[in-house]
């Protein structure tokens, strides 16, 4: 009787180790994943004054060009996203209403991290501002760039004034409203979302 019971206590306090060494383990990697995930965020946001280097990128007509913040006197509106970006159509109707309010006093310009479909998107969402693609390795480093959509803001110096990373929702819609002193509708919603909720 006694064996069976300290066989039973043995096995219980066998599985107890077992466990708590797989939740520790467990909690590791959650914590590593979580550390990971918040460095790629923080690796594409910009600190607010680093100097940036002039932006080398291609027009739409292929031809490179050289934009440098130094020729205005108006702050530089970076406006980053790429075509296949479900974000960045959500975000459409707020970017562009910032575009409409907002052109006379600042200048924007479109870059684009991807060239595929950049005509027939620009085409398609009308879009009526400068739009650039084809940035290099050390631009997209230089510039924190690869999450979309970005907005960046930048002063004549070529200083970085402000840096929003993603769509504009909750606080961040707040941000940028209170930014530029305007009003934006929102998020957009997706046409596969209407569907689904008819």
């Not at 479109?110 to 005509?119: F, H, I, R, T």
């Not at 961040?172 to 530029?180: D, L």
């Amino acid at each position: 009787m006694r064996v069976a019971s300290a066989k039973a206590i043995f096995a219980v306090l066998v599985a107890l180790v077992a466990s708590l060494t797989l939740n520790v383990m467990l909690a590791h990697r959650v914590h590593n994943l979580t550390r990971v995930q918040s460095g790629r965020m923080a690796g594409h946001v910009i600190n607010v004054g680093t100097t940036v280097p002039v932006l080398i990128a291609k027009r739409l007509d292929g031809q490179e060009e050289t934009i440098s913040y130094q020729s205005t006197n108006q702050l530089t509106v970076l406006y980053v996203f790429t075509p296949a970006c479900r974000w960045c159509v959500r975000n459409m109707d707020n970017f562009k209403t910032l575009l409409k309010e907002e052109s006379g006093s600042y200048r924007f310009i479109g870059v684009s991290l991807s060239e595929k479909d950049l005509a027939d998107y620009v085409g398609k969402n009308d879009l009526k501002l400068p739009v650039y693609s084809g940035l290099s390795p050390e631009t997209l480093e230089a510039y924190k760039l690869g999450l979309t959509p970005q907005t960046i803001v930048i002063s004549p110096e070529g200083k970085v004034l402000q840096d929003w990373a993603g769509a504009y929702t909750g606080d961040q819609q707040s941000r940028v409203e209170a930014f530029f002193h305007v009003s934006l509708p929102g998020l957009r919603e997706l046409p596969e979302a209407k569907a689904a909720t008819n």
